[in-house]
């Protein structure tokens, strides 16, 4: 059984930097996708990064540059690092997990905003990121 906890949301000042990580219990490297997903306030929760089961990595625009994922197959744990944080970046961040072996990127290169909740079977409660000016 899938299970999937986020940690490390929080308050940061624009300018700064976060690291989210999620436990990933029944997942295994290779047999899933991995994913992090924001929800904006106002708007469809959407991808901005994701690792498939081939290990092909995918970033959207919006983070490409600030924002690295990341699996630690010791400890099972996805973790999303960024950096240059701005007041944009603040929402509800999600990790997700597939068996299929691409829809984590395609949450990003595929799917329209709102679509990566009908597609990807597992899912975080969510950790959320208030970035202030």
């Known amino acids: 059984q899938v299970q999937l906890v986020e940690s490390g949301g929080g308050p940061v000042q624009s300018g700064g930097s976060l690291r989210l990580s999620c436990a990933a219990s029944?997942?295994?490297?290779?047999?899933?996708?991995m994913a992090w997903l924001r929800q904006v306030p106002g708007k469809e929760r959407e991808g901005i990064a994701a690792?498939?089961?081939?290990?092909?990595?995918t970033y959207a625009d919006s983070v490409k540059g600030r924002f690295t994922i990341s699996w630690d197959n010791a400890n099972n744990t996805l973790s999303l690092e960024m950096s240059s944080l701005t007041p944009e970046d603040t929402g509800t961040y999600y990790c997700?997990?597939?068996?299929?072996?691409?829809?984590?990127?395609?949450?990003?290169?595929?799917?329209?905003?709102?679509?990566?909740?009908?597609?990807?079977?597992?899912w975080g409660q969510g950790t959320l990121v208030t970035v202030s000016e």
């Open positions: 997700a997990a597939d068996h299929d072996r691409f829809a984590c990127g395609h949450s990003i290169t595929v799917y329209l905003p709102g679509e990566a909740e009908k597609y990807l079977k597992f």
């Open positions: 029944g997942v295994t490297y290779g047999s899933h996708c």
């Open positions: 690792i498939d089961s081939d290990g092909t990595i």
